[in-house]
């Protein structure tokens, strides 16, 4: 099902000069007025940065921590927007927060991703923002929950907000990786397919926590064609009042854009358009065997759950489990592909073709579809 949300592109409210590719950058936090003017001025000058981002108001996980600055950081960020000419964008949690935002002419407001959490707060901040035109962006919620973002995107939507991008930041996972938020990718990509004409930025700050990793997940991002960053940037990251391990210098931030390869969705060119139909059309037949194969295989399944129905044979048999996924694990490795994805494979047959003999076990009983189940 796809949501057609009434949003404008990203070029008529940011990167009017369509700088490839979009960048917003600025602290963590607002922490004095010198580091914040000082940053914004070495980020305007690689000129390869669209907006100043800084946080004002903190959500920190324990109390007791910098909980931001506060509304004396909104006058630093009119001095460094209107010394740099950056139009600035800060993050709201509250209706005051928008409104003070507002008042002190921020350009860009986003939804933190503790607040696209909780519906009660996203519905207060679009209650303030009706009547409004300004640009909203709204983060992945920290919970792997597609749902929720887009729910959030449609109260802001429906408050009349047009000029709407998500933001993904990756999400919270009990199991420690390298990564300090899950990009979880297929959720952006969920998203994508969802909605068309919503702008993904990605913040490989925040999925990263490391600022030696920001290259690397902001290339992927590209590669997935999001359409823009948002990252980090402390005139002096090692001293940070916040997430000191992942912020960069103006200057390294320069140097990770350069290194970024840009690719288009679509290859210019007949040649490079004829061998990737080519390759499409190849791709296009194997998956049609897949399915026909797959098809075929649940034949088989169903025949194998009337057996075991009328010999009263129990569905699931362990061992014969286990010597499948063994089989074939070793001979998809032979074969180079990956254990993970065989696995994850397998299992989804094998659970389909659980549920398909649990259809037919219970044929006949109440509330069972039986009937168009049984011998096809
Ligand atoms: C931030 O952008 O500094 C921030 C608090 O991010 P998030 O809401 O993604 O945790
Ligand atoms: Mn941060």
Partial sequence: MK?????????????????????IAGPCSAETEDQLVATAHLLAKTGKISALRAGIWKPRTRPGEFEGIGSIGLEWLKRAKEETGLPTAVEVATAKHVEEALKAGVDILWVGARSTVNPFTV??????L?????????????????????GALERINNAG???????????????????R????????IALKTLVPNL????????????RDLIGYISQKALDLDMQGLMIE?????????????????????????????LRKPEVKGAELNDKLTELRNQIDKIDDLIIQKMAERMKIVEKIGNHKKENNVTILQVNRW??????RTSYAKALKLSGEFTEKLLELMHSESIRKQTEIMNAGQENAPAEKLTHA
């Fill in 3 to 23: 949501h057609n949300l009434n949003i404008q592109p990203l070029n008529s409210w940011i990167n009017k000069s369509g700088k490839e590719p979009l960048v």
């Fill in 123 to 128: 519905q207060e901040i679009a209650d303030a």
């Fill in 130 to 150: 009706k009547g409004v035109d300004v640009p909203v962006m709204v983060k992945n919620p920290v919970n792997p929950d597609l749902s929720l973002w887009v």
């Fill in 161 to 179: 907000i047009t000029k709407l991008a998500a933001i993904h930041r990756g999400f919270s996972s009990y199991e420690k990786s390298a990564f």
């Fill in 181 to 188: 938020n899950e990009p979880m990718w297929d959720i952006a």
């Fill in 199 to 210: 702008p993904i930025i990605n913040d490989p700050s925040h999925i990263t926590g490391n």
């Fill in 233 to 261: 940037s402390h005139i002096d990251p090692t001293v940070a009042w916040t997430d000191a391990a992942q912020q960069v210098t103006p200057a390294a931030l320069s140097e990770i854009i350069d290194h970024l390869a």
């Fill in 322 to 327: 286990d010597e499948i996924l063994h089989k």
